[in-house]
Structures are given as structure tokens and as C-alpha cells.
């Protein structure tokens, strides 16, 4: 019992010990929240747990209610190749374009930009020992996946966004 206190002090000694990320500089760009300033920005409508509970399917749940990741490779998304739009599975608000996809093969859905300026929420996400941004809905809250600085131009961004989160809308001849 004693060895296993003396690991785990020693891993969060190591942890707080460590040098923070240099940050890149297509990651200075991003409007990034902090958790503390993300409750001040909250301005979207929220949905009632036994409404999305019944709306969405389990994994669409876990994903944007629990921040949880869907496997890789695992999304209906990961390879479409229609033109279209995504939307937020949970409030329909537009997020992504087909036009800014592309292939990572990071095993999920990746995208170089938003569709529209403030239609993501941006926040710091130091969650298990790591130090990323997480890719918010900025309309309902929905967790939608990361933003990574290993992008292709123009931006250098990688938008991984899970699939559970997204609902793909064609576009349509007219």
C-alpha cells in the first residue's frame, strides 16, 4: 500500500514539475477560454439531460455530454466524400464544411477551419496529464472533439471532431 502512495506522489510530482508546452503559433491566433472564462462567455440554451437523453444515442451522449472520444476509425464521418455541411448533433448549429476537410489519418473527422467564426467555443483542456484545447459547440456547449497545431495550410489547424457529434447535411442540386 505504501509503494503505491509513494508512486502516485511521485507522478504528480512529475507532473507538476513539468515545463509547460510552448505553444504554437497557430495556437496564439485561437480565442482560447479558460474554464473560469468559458462560464462567463455561456450564453447558449441548455437542454434538459432526459430530453438529450432520449434525443441522442448513447455514444452521441457520452461524446457531447461526457467528453468522451468515440474509438478511431470508428465514425461514420472519417471519410465522406459528398459536399456538404456538418452540424452539431445536439442544437443543429452549423460547425464545419466539407471544403475545409481533410484526410488526417488521425481516425477521426479533421478539419482545417470552422465554418463561421463563433460557431466553436475554444477551451483549455488539461485533462489527463495532457494540455489541449477542446472544440466546443458554441450555441448548446456540446464537447465536439480538439484542435491540434498539425494542420495543413493555410491555417496549420487540425480540428479532430468526433463523429457522434456531427450530423452531415448534403448539399443539394438545385
Known amino acids: 500500500m505504501k509503494r503505491v502512495a509513494v508512486v502516485t506522489v511521485m507522478n504528480i510530482l512529475r507532473l507538476a514539475a513539468r515545463q509547460p508546452e510552448k505553444v504554437s503559433p497557430a495556437i496564439q491566433k485561437l480565442n482560447v477560454l479558460t474554464t473560469s472564462k468559458r462560464s ?3 450564453s447558449g440554451k ?3 439531460m432526459e430530453e438529450l437523453k432520449e434525443k441522442l444515442t448513447p455514444i452521441q451522449y457520452h461524446v457531447t455530454q461526457e467528453k468522451g472520444t468515440e474509438s478511431a476509425f470508428s465514425g461514420k464521418y472519417v471519410r465522406v466524400s459528398d459536399e456538404g455541411v456538418f452540424h452539431c448533433i445536439v442544437c ?3 460547425l464545419f464544411s466539407t471544403d ?6 488521425s481516425g477521426w473527422p479533421s478539419f482545417y477551419d470552422v465554418i463561421k467564426q463563433g460557431h466553436v467555443t475554444l477551451v483549455q483542456d488539461n485533462t489527463h496529464g495532457m494540455q489541449r484545447i477542446e472544440v466546443t459547440c458554441a450555441k448548446c456547449h456540446a464537447h465536439l472533439g480538439h484542435v491540434f497545431d498539425d ?3 493555410p491555417t496549420k489547424l ?3 471532431i468526433n463523429s ?4 452531415f ?3 443539394t442540386a438545385v
Open 40 to 42: 462567463l462567455a455561456s
Open 46 to 48: 441548455k437542454i434538459p
Open 92 to 94: 443543429n448549429n452549423e
Open 100 to 105: 475545409t476537410k481533410f484526410e488526417s489519418n
Open 151 to 153: 494542420g495543413p495550410k
Open 158 to 160: 487540425r480540428y479532430c
Open 164 to 167: 457522434a457529434a456531427l450530423n
Open 169 to 171: 447535411k448534403k448539399h
